[in-house]
């Protein structure tokens, strides 16, 4: 089982609609999670983190995260072409032992179509 | 937000070669960097994490001897690939870690991400 899972996609959605991309991780130690946005040939750029349960909304992006179940997942409202773009969720275990890398899932691509 | 930089950019060297590339944070002090890979449409691979002052962390399965990691200061962080062979090339991206004040979890900022093809 991978430690951080995403469906890889593409996940389409029409211009203005809502995005909604979940992420399943396995270690019930997580305490922090990030969602990254990666366009074609560049490198992640933060979109979100989130540490509490519960939503956390920030503009057009909305990060809602479920200890119990393990699962943090990402809504875009008002989705733009602009959107379109591989969504990596990562995950941190913040452990000293391990120090504080990131798992990152394998990413989800979404296409937004005008 | 925090800004962090790489360089060069792009790459392209010969086989048996040695590269070297640099991460820098540019507006906040980094204890912790991390260096990753990246093959086409793959996802982020953690090859080390390199701690100012200290030996880097490598990830199992990347050579130590081959992906040097200097972390001289607070603001820098290097990388060099020794005797570069073609199945080295690769996107290697940097982060830097922004500790936040109270103690909370930190957070990782990317840099650009360097491109190397060795021929």
């Known amino acids: 089982q991978k430690e951080v899972e995403q469906n890889s996609g593409p996940l389409s959605v029409p211009e203005g609609a809502i995005a909604s991309l979940n992420c399943t991780y396995s270690d019930r130690g997580s305490q922090s999670f990030f969602w990254y946005r990666q366009y074609s040939g560049k490198s992640p750029e933060l979109i979100m983190s989130?540490?509490?349960?519960g939503d956390k909304e920030d503009g057009r992006f909305t990060a809602q995260l479920n200890k119990a179940s393990q699962y943090v997942s990402l809504l875009i409202r008002d989705s733009q072409p602009s959107d379109s773009a591989t969504y990596l969720c990562?995950?941190?275990?913040?452990?000293?032992?391990?120090?504080?890398?990131?798992?990152f899932g394998g990413g989800t691509r979404v296409l937004v179509k005008p | 937000g925090a800004v962090v930089s790489q360089h060069p950019s792009r790459v392209i060297c010969k086989s048996g070669t040695s590269v070297k590339i640099e991460c820098r944070s540019l507006d906040f002090q980094a204890t912790t960097m991390f260096w990753y890979r990246q093959f086409p449409k793959k996802s982020l691979m953690l090859m080390a994490t390199?701690?100012?002052?200290?030996?880097?962390?490598?990830e199992q399965g990347v050579e130590k001897d081959k992906f040097l990691i200097n972390h001289a200061s607070l603001t820098l962080s290097t990388l060099t690939v020794t005797s570069a062979h073609p199945e080295d090339s690769s996107f290697y991206i940097c982060s830097a870690e922004e500790g936040l004040a109270g103690g909370l979890a930190d957070t990782q900022y990317f840099g650009p991400g360097t491109r190397l093809t060795v021929l």
């Open positions: 989130i540490y509490s349960n």
């Open positions: 990562a995950v941190q275990t913040s452990r000293k032992a391990a120090g504080n890398k990131l798992t």
């Open positions: 390199s701690n100012e002052g200290s030996k880097a962390t490598y």
